[in-house]
Nanobody, 126 residues
Framework: QVQLVESGGGLVQAGGSLRLSCAAS????????MGWFRQAPGKEREFVAAISWSGGITYYADSVKGRFTISRGNDRNTVYLQMGSLKPEDTAIYYC???????????????????WGQGTQVTVSS
């Protein structure tokens, strides 16, 4: 089993920045893709960004491309989402996810997601 714990959410004004972290523990395996999804009130969960197990490939939703950056820590079991130029529409609960054998592209269509974190709230004020 794998546990994913997100942190770093909070309140930030529009145009500001925030960094989310996701720490994976347990039986994570080596070749896992990890990513971030978000869910705003009254909306379905949507893809935000994903990264390959090596960290060499990333994939972003069009809505965040150029503003958000996903990266992996040196131990490969920590994933970060650096969010910049935040907009009120970025307000959501952000969830970390892990896909064994997945790719950033497969995570982009929510395929093969094995584990989800509990979520961390991001609120962007106007």
């Amino acid at each position: 089993q794998v546990q994913l714990v997100e942190s770093g959410g909070g309140l930030v004004q529009a145009g500001g920045s925030l960094r989310l972290s996701c720490a994976a523990s347990g039986r994570t395996f080596s070749r896992n893709a990890m990513g971030w999804f978000r869910q705003a009130p009254g909306k379905e969960r949507e893809f935000v960004a994903a990264i390959s197990w090596s960290g060499g490939i990333t994939y972003y939703a069009d809505s965040v491309k150029g503003r958000f950056t996903i990266s992996r820590g040196n131990d490969r079991n920590t994933v970060y989402l650096q969010m910049g130029s935040l907009k009120p529409e970025d307000t959501a609960i952000y969830y970390c996810a892990l896909a064994f054998g997945g790719t950033p592209q497969t995570m982009g269509v929510m395929a093969g997601i094995n584990y989800w974190g509990q979520g961390t709230q991001v609120t962007v004020s106007s």
